[in-house]
C-alpha cells in the first residue's frame, strides 16, 4: 500500500513514513474503516539494530504509534493500536553476535517510544528465534504494564531455530502474556496444523494474521499476493470456528481483506478461552518436559554436581568442562529428559562459570536444563543467556530468597522448585513440611508469581535417623498433588543415606511416591534399577497405554539383566572420531580427534575428504530431515571450520592446494538482513567454495564488479523482503548487459519462490542453506 502510494522499492519504509505521515496515517484509517479493532504500527524494524544511524529511535517510534493513534481516534469506536516489534536480524550468543542485555536494551529504546507515542499494547511479531523473543518480553515488561502479544512464524511446524509451536506457546505462557499468535509465512490453509497445537495448549487468548498467500512477480515485474479478499476471508474463518479469538491479515493483505474477513466471522460466536494449564512446563528452544500427575515420573539427571567428584571440581576451578560435558552425553545416553546444572565449588566463580556451562550445554543439545545454585547473582547470569524456560533449584524460606528470586523466576518465565525449609530445624512431620509449603505459597501469592511456575520438594531425609520420614514424604505428596495441584520432586538418594542395599530401597520408595502421585526425582538416570522401577510402575499406574514403552524397552529383560534392550540412544555417546565430531559440532574435541588420525597414518587430504567432508554433508541431511535445527547446523559448520583451519597450513605445505570455485555472495540493495546469507556463506565455505562475502544492501554494479575481479563464474543474492527482492533482478540484467553470460545467479531468502526466480532468469532458487550448497555445487559443474 505504500509503494501504491510514493514509496519507491529499495527504500526504507520506516524512513519514508517520517517524512509523509499523513499517508501513513491514512493507510491507518482505511484498515480502521474496514472494520480493523487494532491497528499495528509502522515499526516492525524499529530498533537500532535495523534503523540508520541518524534516526533517533525512540522519536522514530513515538512519531509511528502518534500516526497509527490519530486514525484510531478519527475512526472512532473501539479501535485500539498495537506497537509492532520485530526481530532484530541478530541471534543471541553463542549463536550470534548480541548479549541478551544488549537486546533488551535496544527493545526499551523502541518500546518507550511506542508507549509514549501512544499504543494500547505490544505485539512481538514474526519472531523466529525464542531466544530473542524472551528478550522483547523482558523488555516489554521493564518498560510498561500494557498488554504483551508474542507471534511466531513457522515453516514446516517448527521455526528457524527448530521451535515448534508448543514449545513456542509453552515458553511465552510461563512470562506471562496476554495473546500468542502465529503471523506470516503461509497462507490460512497452510496454518491449520500450527494453530491447531497453539490452541490445544494455550492458556491465553490465540491470534492468527495469515498472508493472502505468498509474494509473486506479475508480468509487469510488480509483487502481488494471489489470495483474493473473498479467499482469504473464507478460509481464516476456520479458525474462529476452531476456537480463534482474534484475527488479522500479515503481508499482502488490504483493508478489502480486512473487510472481508470481518464480514465472513460476525456470525461465528466467539469462543472463551478454556483453561488449558497442564501441569509445569519446562522448555529448551526445541523440546519440552512436563510435570504433573497425568505424567510420567521424570528423572532430572543429578551428575552434573561438583558434591564428591575431586575431577570436576578440579576441571571446575580451571574454567574446563569436560567432565561437565561428558556427564551430559552420558545422560543423554540413558534418556534423561532434564538436567540439573551445578557447578557450586570452592574457588569456583559461579556468575562466570555458570552462564558459560549452560550456554556450552544449549549449543549442543536440545535437552531442557535445570539451574541449581545458591548464588543468587549466578543464577540471574544464567536466566538471561538460557534460551527458553528452564527450571531453578531452588527457592527456600531463606530470608530474602523467595522476595528476589521469585519475581525474578516471573520474569524471566523459569518455573522453580519450593523447598519446605525454614530457619534451623528441618520439619521432619509432614504437617510441618505442609505449614511452610502454604506459607512459601502464600508470599509467592503475594509477589504476583503464577502457580503455574511452582514445583515442590517434598525433602528426603533419612529414614536411618528419621524412621518416619519416608511415610512423611508420602504424605506430603499427596497433599501437594490432591490438594495444591501443584507437581512434585524429591532428592531420590537422600531417603536411604546411611544404610545397605541402597539402591534397593531407593528404587522401592520410588514406586510407592510415584502411586501417591510424584511428578519427578532428582536422581542418576544412568541407574538400571531405578529405570526398570519407573517403567514398571508406569504400566502398573495405566501412564502407559498397553504397555507400549515397556515392551519397547523390556521385551528381552531377565533377572540380573539389567540393560534397556529398547528405546535407542538419543545422542550416540562421546565423539571418537573427526567425522563424529562434525556431526555432534564438538568443536572442543575435534582437534584432538584430527591429530589422533594423522598420528595413525592418515594424509591430511584424507582426513578432510573422508571424514570431514562427508561429515558436514550428513549433517546436511540431517538438516533436510528435520533430525537438526539451525543450532545444530551451526555448531556443526563452526566445528568443521575449525578442524579445517587446524589443516589447512599441512595442505598447502604439501602442494595439495587446489582451485576453489569463487562466488559473490551478496544481500541486494535495500536489503539489511543477512542472517540467512550468512549462514549460506559459511555452509559453502565447509563444501570448498571461496565465498566473497559482500555483505548487505549491496547495489547491483558493486555485485558484478566484484564478479569480473574474483573471476567469479556464480553470484548468490538474499533478500528477505518483498520491497527489495525485485532488485535481484538488476544483477541479472546487468551481467546480460556487459556480456558476462557464463557467470550464474543463483537466489533465496524468505519471500523469495522459485516462480520469482524463475521470472526473472536466475539460473537457480535455493530454499535454505543446505539446498543451496547442492545448487552451488550443480551450477559451477554443469
Known amino acids: 500500500m505504500l509503494q501504491a502510494r510514493g514509496l519507491t522499492a529499495g527504500v526504507s519504509p520506516e524512513v519514508w513514513c517520517l517524512s509523509n505521515p499523513d499517508v501513513l496515517k491514512g493507510i491507518h484509517l482505511d484498515y480502521a474503516r474496514a472494520g480493523a479493532n487494532v491497528l499495528t504500527t509502522n515499526t516492525f524494524g524499529g530498533t537500532r539494530f535495523k534503523m540508520p544511524a541518524d534516526i533517533d529511535i525512540a522519536d522514530f517510534n513515538r512519531a509511528m504509534a502518534n500516526a497509527a493513534r490519530r486514525a484510531a481516534d478519527e475512526a472512532g469506536g473501539n479501535v485500539f493500536v498495537a506497537g509492532s516489534v520485530g526481530p532484530t536480524g541478530h ?7 548480541l548479549t541478551f542485555e544488549e537486546l533488551v536494551e535496544g527493545y526499551k529504546e523502541q518500546m518507550r517510544g ?11 511479531e514474526t519472531h523466529f528465534d525464542i531466544a530473542e523473543l524472551r528478550a522483547a518480553i523482558v523488555a516489554a515488561r521493564e518498560v510498561c504494564s500494557l498488554p504483551v502479544g508474542a507471534s511466531m512464524t513457522f515453516e514446516n511446524g517448527v521455526s528457524l531455530t527448530g521451535t515448534s509451536p508448543e514449545v513456542f506457546v509453552e515458553t511465552v505462557a510461563n512470562m506471562g502474556v496476554d495473546l500468542v499468535a502465529t503471523n506470516c509465512s503461509a497462507g490460512p490453509e497452510q496454518m491449520v496444523a500450527v494453530v491447531e497445537q497453539m490452541l490445544a495448549v494455550s492458556p491465553v487468548p490465540v491470534l492468527v494474521m495469515p498472508n493472502a498467500g505468498l509474494p509473486e512477480l506479475d508480468a509487469s515485474g510488480n509483487t502481488v499476493f494471489r489470495l483474493n479478499p473473498t479467499s482469504f476471508a473464507e478460509q481464516t474463518r476456520k479458525f474462529a470456528e476452531m476456537g480463534v479469538r482474534c ?11 480486512i473487510a472481508a474477513l470481518c464480514k465472513a466471522v460476525a456470525d461465528v460466536p466467539c469462543k472463551p ?13 526445541a523440546s519440552l518436559v512436563r510435570f504433573g500427575a497425568r505424567y510420567p515420573v521424570r528423572i532430572i539427571g543429578e551428575r552434573i554436581n561438583p558434591t564428591g567428584k575431586k575431577q570436576l571440581i578440579s576441571e571446575l576451578q580451571n574454567g574446563q568442562f569436560t567432565t561437565c560435558m561428558m556427564f551430559v552425553q552420558e545422560q543423554l545416553d540413558s534418556h534423561a529428559p532434564l538436567l540439573d546444572v551445578n557447578v557450586g565449588a570452592p574457588m569456583v566463580d559461579e556468575t562466570v562459570l555458570l552462564p558459560e556451562l549452560i550456554q556450552r550445554i544449549v549449543s549442543q543439545h536440545p535437552v531442557p536444563l535445570a539451574v541449581d545454585t545458591s548464588n543468587m547473582d549466578a543464577l540471574e547470569k544464567a536466566l538471561t543467556v538460557y534460551p527458553a524456560s528452564p527450571l531453578v533449584n ?11 528470586l521469585g519475581p525474578l523466576c516471573r520474569k524471566y518465565g523459569a518455573p522453580f522448585i519450593l523447598l519446605p525449609l525454614k530457619g534451623r530445624k528441618l520439619p521432619v512431620a509432614a504437617s510441618e513440611r505442609i505449614a511452610i509449603i502454604e506459607e512459601l505459597l502464600a508470599q509467592a501469592d503475594s509477589l504476583g508469581i503464577p502457580r503455574r511456575l511452582i514445583m515442590v520438594d517434598v525433602l528426603a531425609l533419612a529414614v536411618s535417623s528419621k524412621a518416619e520420614a519416608a511415610r512423611a514424604c508420602l504424605e506430603t505428596v499427596r497433599y501437594c498433588t490432591d490438594t495444591l495441584g501443584l507437581p512434585t520432586t524429591i532428592g531420590l538418594s537422600n531417603i536411604s543415606f546411611g544404610l545397605p542395599a541402597r539402591g534397593l530401597l531407593n528404587s522401592t520408595f520410588l514406586t510407592m511416591a510415584a502411586a501417591s502421585g510424584l511428578s519427578s526425582c532428582i ?6 534399577r531405578i529405570r526398570e522401577a519407573l517403567a514398571a510402575a508406569e504400566v502398573l499406574l495405566n501412564r502407559d ?4 514403552r515397556f515392551i519397547a524397552d523390556y521385551a528381552e529383560w531377565k533377572p540380573g539383566n539389567t540393560a534397556v534392550i529398547g528405546g535407542g540412544v538419543v545422542s550416540g555417546g562421546a565423539a571418537t572420531t573427526a567425522f563424529e565430531a562434525v556431526v555432534k559440532g564438538d568443536k572442543d574435541n575435534v582437534i584432538d580427534l584430527i591429530r589422533k588420525e594423522l598420528d595413525a597414518g592418515v594424509t591430511p587430504f584424507d582426513v578432510v575428504n573422508r571424514m570431514l567432508i562427508p561429515a558436514i554433508t550428513e549433517v546436511g541431511d540431517k538438516y533436510e530431515r528435520k533430525e537438526y535445527f539451525l543450532p545444530q547446523l551451526l555448531r556443526s559448520a563452526e566445528t568443521m571450520q575449525h578442524g579445517f583451519a587446524h589443516l589447512k597450513p599441512m595442505l598447502e605445505d604439501e602442494g595439495g592446494a587446489t582451485v576453489k570455485p569463487t562466488i559473490i555472495m551478496a544481500t541486494v540493495e535495500g536489503d539489511i538482513h543477512d542472517i540467512g546469507k550468512n549462514i549460506v556463506c559459511l555452509m559453502l565455505g565447509n563444501h570448498g567454495f571461496n565465498v566473497v562475502d559482500l555483505g548487505k544492501d549491496v547495489k547491483a554494479q558493486t555485485i558484478v564488479e566484484a564478479a569480473a575481479e574474483h573471476g567469479a563464474k556464480l553470484i548468490g543474492l538474499s533478500a528477505l523482503m518483498t520491497t527489495t527482492m525485485v532488485r535481484m533482478q538488476d544483477t541479472i540484467d546487468l551481467l546480460r548487459e556487459r556480456g558476462m553470460h557464463d557467470v550464474k545467479v543463483m537466489v533465496g531468502g524468505a519471500v523469495v519462490t522459485q516462480a520469482f526466480a524463475d521470472a526473472i532468469g536466475a539460473h537457480g532458487y535455493s530454499l535454505d542453506a543446505v539446498a543451496a550448497v547442492r545448487l552451488a555445487q550443480n551450477l559451477v559443474a554443469a
Open 523 to 528: 536422581a542418576h538416570p544412568g541407574n538400571a
Open 247 to 257: 484475527m488479522g491479515g500479515c503481508c499482502g493483505t488490504t483493508p478489502d481483506h
Open 114 to 124: 511506542l508507549v509514549d507515542g501512544g499504543v494500547d499494547l505490544l505485539l512481538m
Open 545 to 548: 497405554p498397553n504397555a507400549e
Open 394 to 404: 531452588s527457592i527456600s524460606g531463606e530470608p530474602g530468597r523467595m522476595e528476589r
Open 273 to 285: 478461552v478454556e483453561d488449558r494449564s497442564s501441569g509445569l512446563v519446562v522448555t529448551s528452544r
Open 91 to 97: 541471534f543471541l550468543k553463542p549463536l550470534g553476535d
